[in-house]
């Protein structure tokens, strides 16, 4: 019979590796997501998710984080350095904040900048979708569903028109890859807005650099 520790590993990486032929137990995790941390438990969507790295060693990216070259503008490379006060981050620290806001931490919000019809294709487990167009005048967004979108997500509050943002989250915000401008677009209006630099992170590598990695993903919504 099978061991629990055994079961459950197994039902992580069905999803992980994409069949149930494939069984791991508890020790046999071959590639972790670094030397300490084989995985990581978050919620999505009122349900527990286990980001792991895709086992098989053999594993290519998908066909829709595979392009090398998009037309620029719009899909220009990035800077490392996105606005004075925003730390731009990599995956360890992201799956470091995904824990700790599932270890009950409520000060942080994960969050997707990219439209609807990329997060159907699978977001970061744990992330909320808000678009970039929807906190970017330029697109029709206007002062308050803008105002709303902060103060029903982001915990500021406003009175008499200014903003408080002395509780505001910290925002971990990516979008497609380094050559994607929906969370930079996310960003510098949240920083027109008043936002602190200090509360908000860029993941830089968003969810290109995600999948390369074999990272689990998951349903986008939320």
């Known amino acids: 019979m099978k061991s629990l520790k055994t079961i459950i590993v197994s039902s992580i990486f069905s999803v992980a590796v994409g069949t149930s032929a494939t069984v791991f137990a508890a020790g046999e995790i071959a590639v972790k997501i670094n030397k300490e941390i084989a995985s ?121 028109g200014l903003f408080d943002y002395s509780k505001a989250k910290t925002l971990v915000m990516f979008c497609n890859g380094m050559w994607c401008g929906q969370s930079p677009n996310n960003i510098k209006n949240l920083l027109k807005f008043g936002y602190p630099a200090h509360k908000i992170k860029w993941y830089r590598g968003g969810m290109q650099n995600w999948e390369i990695l074999g990272l689990t993903t998951a349903p986008g919504g939320g």
């Open 40 to 160: 990581v438990d978050v919620m999505h969507n009122g349900k527990k998710v286990t980001i792991v790295r895709n086992q098989n060693q053999k594993n290519t990216v998908k066909k829709a984080f595979a392009k090398t070259s998009r037309k620029c503008p719009p899909f220009c490379i990035q800077p490392a350095v996105l606005a004075p006060g925003v730390e731009t981050i990599g995956e360890i620290e992201m799956v470091g904040y995904l824990k700790k806001m599932n270890n009950g931490d409520k000060s942080i919000l994960v969050v997707d900048s990219r439209t609807p019809d990329w997060v159907k294709k699978g977001t970061i487990p744990g992330a909320i979708n808000i678009p970039w167009t929807k906190l970017n005048p330029a697109k029709g967004a206007d002062p308050i569903s803008i105002a709303e979108i902060m103060e029903n997500h982001f915990s500021v509050t406003e009175s008499e």
